[in-house]
Every structure is written in C-alpha cells, then in structure tokens.
C-alpha cells in the first residue's frame, strides 16, 4: 500500500531529518523534494502545492525545542498535515434506524464486494444490516451479492432478472424489509465503465426516493487523478457522505486518497485491503499518515491480531518454543495464524521501519507462495518426523523433496532454517530476553499472544511519533544475521529470517 508514495517520501524526508537548523532556505530546498514526492505519486497539483504551504508555514512558526533535532520536528509537522489532508479524525456513519445506505462507483471499483464486506463489519458491530440488490444492468450482479450475503449471513433482496425499473425494486425492497429484523440497509447500485448521463440520472431519482443518511462512493485507489472527476460527478449527483478506498493492497502511488479527500472536502470512511470479505476496515487517517511516511501501524497490528488469533493456540506455541518443544506441527500451526491475518507483506508493512527493511529483501522474498512451499514440505512428513527433525536423514529428505514438489536443496535448507530458528528462540541471551518480552504482553493483555509488549513504543504517540528508541532488542537477530554473512546493524532483526524466504 502506498509503496512508491512511502519511498518517494523516505527519501525526501531524509535530508529534512538532517538539518540542524531551521531557515526559510533549506526548508524551501527540503520540501521542493518532498512535492516531487507528491506529484510523481499522482497527487493533484493543486492539493500538493497547498498542502506543501501549509507545512512550510507551520515549520517557520514553531518554535525550535531544545530536546527535539530541528529536522524531526519538521518531520513531526508533515505528519500532521498529511493526516489533516487524509481527513483529520474519523469519520463514523450515520446509522440512525432505519438507516438506508447508498453505495454507488464505476464499474470494476468493487462496490457489490465493498457492501458485503460493509454489512459484515456492521453485523460484528452489533448491527442488523439488510443488502438489496440495486444493480440491474451487470450481468450476474444480482447473483454475486447473493452469493456474498449469503457468505457472510445476511438478508438480501434480490430482484427477478427482467426487472429494469431501480424505483420499483427499492419501493419493493423497502416492503420486504419491514418484515425482517434490521436497524441498516444497504442498497448495492448499478455502475458504468465510464460515468454517463444515464447512470446519473438513475442514481440522482434514487437518492431523491430513498433520501440515504449515507452516499458512499466506492473508489479504486490506482486510479489516479480520474478517481477524483469520478468523486465530484458522483457528490453532484447523489451528494456524497463518504469514500470506501479499495484495492489498497495493490495501489503503489496513492496519490488518490490524498487528493480526493482534498478536493471533495468527503472523508474517507473504510478501505478494503484484499479481496478476502473480512480484509475491510475503517480508515484512520492519523494511522495511515504513519504508514505512508514508514513509522507502522501497532494499534492496526494489534486489532488484526486481536480477532485472528487464537490466543490459546498461540500461548501454547509460545511455551513450547521457549522450552524447546517446538517442532514442525507447532511451525505449521502458526504459518496457518499468519496467513489468516492477511498477506505478509500488509502484515509487515505495520511494523515501523518496514519500508526500509523492504528494499534489502530479496525479490520475491514476501511471495505467498513461499508459505506454500513451506507448507508442502511438512505436510509431506510422516506425523513422527514433524515432532523429531533429528529423524530427517537424507533418504528421508529426499522423499519429502519429491512429495512436496520441491527440491532436495530447498528442503534442505528449509530444515536447518528451522533448527536454527528453534534454538536461536529458546536460548536464554538476548532472544530469550524478547521471547520472555512477548510472553508479559500476552499475560498483561496488552498484546495477544505471541506479539511483544509495544506499549513503551507508544509513549511518543501523544506527540503523533512513536518512540522508535523503545523498539525490542534484536541484536541476537543482527548475530545471527552475521554468522551468514549478511549485514548487522538496523536491518539484522529481518535478515535473521531471511533463510525462510529465500529465493529460490
């Protein structure tokens, strides 16, 4: 998510970090890069000069503090602002009963997914959504909503094929709703390729009778600059509530949400992160700020965790590896916690630093399929060989190489990957320091288990930074990471793991 703006951004931002002092002539020279930065992530030229204006004159008026380098303040200012230019604080719906939702977007932006997803979170929320099925000029629209509400078990209107009349499918919807249990409906609308006088006019008589508390625009955040025409025809028509980002996971620019958000004056209300129904969530700005400019996501992190894990599960694998116990069933086990939460690289993209670790992987080192080629290997031992690696001789290795569609060199290092890692984890020096670390989190309730305790890194958050210097030790990592000749230093922590990933 938002890689090319979050690189373009490090790098800019590096010289601001530099500065020593803060004058109108190095500021001006720091943030010409810094709306380069911009621009190239297809941000409007408008949005970038007024936001790049607003951070030069709050840097010229702050007052330098004695305990804080010149350049992180500046750094910290960015921070605001760009969060200021995502929306500022979060924006809840209006779910006042019986609320009428209106999803409306172009075709292809994933609006019959986005109300699925939306009716889900609303149902875990302690809501009663109904869909309605609005679309009636897709093929299959009908059908696909169906099928999704039926996925994540709720009410669904569905109106026959030949219908063609929108007004007469809502007045119908309506009637049937009043015989089920609800507080919110969701109405999932036709869209176009291209926006067109036809679909406005049909969306215009729609809200007119359905008068929604909510108009959410379902947009695709690789768009680019059409994102934002699209917005403004779309708040003409129906007047727009909202924004739903979607495809999040695969848009490098960004540059999008922060212009649509400027330039229709809507917030951006949830984003969709993966196809998958429960990879939906609510858009934070001051959280996505710190994403994009490399500082993480903990509270994200957590909340994932929080309602994927399972916290027994994932305690008893946390004692057997520091007592030694740990083998591949346990190894599966959490290859299968962390493939719930998501993909991997999402996963990590929440921690901070991650952008930086990022370019000094190998490519293709955060490929699911890697996950898969793990999983094959031990899934093709025998159930005594998972619990006692000692067993794997190499006539064994070779049977599991040939079962598993991999070869003998991969099963090979992924074995001793393994052993390393298991040792490495239940010793008692620095890492058995951080294991004992990720234990107290769980214990105190603070972290779920099997994640370390962050609380200390959250200090700075008051102050909208992190407190980087709070970080756990991985200097047992960075050793590791040397003994294979792989540089120490900020970066060890992610190489020690880099034997799992290797390419292949």
């Known amino acids: 998510m938002f890689s090319l703006l979050s690189d373009k951004l490090d790098d800019a931002l590096r010289k601001v970090r530099g500065l020593s002092k803060i004058s109108e002539s190095n500021i001006k020279d ?8 911009l ?40 921070r605001d602002e760009l969060a200021a230019l995502l929306g500022g604080d979060a924006a809840e719906l209006n779910l006042t009963p019986p609320a009428h939702i209106l999803v409306v977007g172009l075709n292809g932006a994933g609006k019959t997914t986005t109300s699925a997803k939306l009716a889900r979170r609303l149902k875990l929320d302690g809501r009663k959504p109904l869909l309605v099925a609005c679309d009636l000029i897709r093929p299959a629209a009908i059908d696909q909503l169906a099928t999704l509400a039926s996925q994540v078990e709720v009410p669904v209107y569905t109106p026959s094929a030949n219908e063609k009349d929108v ?26 390729q291209e926006v067109d006088d036809a679909l406005v006019a049909e969306l215009r008589k729609l809200a007119k009778f359905l008068r929604p508390q909510e108009a959410l625009l379902v947009a695709d955040a690789a768009t680019g600059q059409q994102a934002v025409r699209v917005a403004q025809t779309f708040d003409e028509a129906v007047g727009l509530t909202g924004i739903v980002l979607t495809k999040l996971d695969g848009d490098a620019r960004g540059g999008a949400a922060l212009s649509m958000r400027a330039v229709t004056g809507k917030p951006i209300k949830y984003m969709g ?57 346990d190894f599966l086990n959490q290859m299968k916690m962390m493939q719930s939460l998501g993909p991997l690289e999402g996963l990590l993209g929440l921690l901070p630093g991650f952008s930086k670790i990022r370019k000094n992987l190998p490519e293709g080192a955060l490929d699911p399929k890697r996950m898969k080629h793990m999983e094959a290997i031990v899934l093709s031992m025998t159930p005594a060989e998972r619990v006692n ?16 569609g991999c070869s003998e060199i991969e099963v090979n290092r992924f074995i001793k990957n393994f052993r390393e ?20 989190g769980a214990g105190n309730g603070k972290m779920p288990a099997g ?33 294979r000749g792989m540089p120490k ?12 990933f290797k390419r292949r």
């Open 167 to 192: 007004i007469r499918v809502a007045k119908d919807a309506l009637r049937w709703a009043e015989g089920q249990e609800h507080d919110c409906i969701i109405f999932d609308t036709a869209g176009r």
């Open 451 to 483: 994640m370390p305790d962050m609380s200390s890194l959250m200090k700075g958050a008051e102050g909208g930074m992190p407190d980087m210097s709070q970080m756990p030790d991985l200097s047992a990592l960075a050793e590791m990471a040397g003994k």
């Open 30 to 37: 720091a943030l010409r890069d810094v709306r380069m930065a």
């Open 421 to 440: 890692m298991k040792e490495m984890m239940s010793g008692k020096g620095k890492m058995g320091g951080l294991m004992k670390n990720m234990m107290k």
């Open 39 to 78: 621009l190239d992530a297809d941000v409007e030229y408008g949005v970038a000069r007024e936001f790049i204006a607003h951070v030069k004159e709050q840097a010229m008026g702050e007052k330098v503090l004695k305990s804080v380098k010149p350049g992180e303040q500046i750094v910290k200012i960015f």
């Open 389 to 404: 690696y000692k067993l794997l001789i190499p006539s064994r290795r070779r049977r599991i190489a040939k079962g598993s």
């Open 273 to 329: 992160e993966g196809e998958k129904l429960d990879m939906f969530g609510a858009f934070v700005p001051q959280r996505m700020a710190d994403r994009i400019l490399g500082m993480g996501d903990i509270v994200g992190l957590v909340e994932k965790a929080a309602e994927k894990i399972d916290q027994e599960s994932a305690m008893s694998s946390m004692n057997r590896l520091m007592s030694g116990e740990f083998n591949f069933n």
């Open 489 to 500: 230093g900020g970066m060890g922590g992610m190489n020690a793991f880099r034997g799992l």
